[in-house]
């Protein structure tokens, strides 16, 4: 059984739900987590983070831990069957039936097609799509300091750089579609946390 990451729901009021289903997209470095946690808070959904789930389960040594342990710690891509897997799991589990914000999900175009069939299985569809928009530059800087900061396998330089380029290869395509169905909502994801996460809300019209 997959061990869901759940640190980041708790802050979240059932009561104040939004019934909103999200996906935040934005570069490693973009601050993307700690808005998808607030944001989440705000709209009373709970922040589902791909990636803490494979942490997670790594640090558990679960079966799905052990088989993505060395892909996380290169800075690649978990396969689409894995991850959709997961998200499946995940959005299956009655806190979700009011809405989610996914965070780190999709990352590829087969992730998006994925996703819809997951949600329309469940007889839904997603509301919007967040962009955080942000200067490559003080990205890289971000990260190199986070790397300092923590000490994520992830977050040595060379890795970083191969994140960054991954993320620019496979994942901003994904911005474009779903532009084309009307659901993209960019945001300045520079500034201040609370500017940002104010912006956001503002811009899903919250
Ligand atoms: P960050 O927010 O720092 O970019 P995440 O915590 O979202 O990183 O993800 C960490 C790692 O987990 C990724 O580098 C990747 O290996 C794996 N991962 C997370 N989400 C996905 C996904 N949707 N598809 C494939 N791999 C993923």
Redesign the pocket.
């Known amino acids: 059984m997959t061990q869901p990451a759940n640190a980041r729901d708790v802050v979240r009021d059932p009561a104040a739900s939004s019934g909103m289903r999200l996906v935040i997209l934005g570069p490693?470095g973009a601050g993307?987590?700690t808005q998808a946690s607030r944001i989440a808070g705000r709209l009373g959904v709970p922040a589902i983070?791909?990636?803490?789930i494979?942490r997670t389960n790594i640090k558990n040594g679960t079966d799905l831990g052990r088989q993505v342990k060395d892909?996380?710690a290169s800075?690649?891509?978990?396969t689409d069957d894995i991850?959709n897997r997961v998200v499946d799991e995940r959005l299956g589990q009655p806190d979700c039936a009011d809405g989610f914000l996914l965070?780190?999900?999709?990352?590829?175009m087969a992730?998006v097609a994925a996703l819809d069939d997951i949600l329309a299985n469940r007889n839904a569809r997603l509301d919007k799509a967040l962009e955080l928009t942000v200067d490559q530059e003080a990205v890289v800087q971000r990260l190199l300091k986070r790397a300092e900061l923590e000490e994520r396998a992830?977050d040595t330089e060379e890795v970083i750089r191969e994140?960054l380029d991954i993320y620019y290869r496979q994942t901003a395509p994904l911005a474009s579609t779903y532009a084309a169905r009307d659901l993209l909502v960019q945001v300045d994801g520079m500034g201040e946390v609370d500017e940002v996460t104010d912006r956001v809300v503002a811009a899903l019209g919250r």
């Open positions: 490693p993307k987590g983070s791909t990636g803490d494979f892909i996380l800075g690649g891509y978990v991850t965070d780190g999900y999709p990352r590829t992730q992830d994140r």
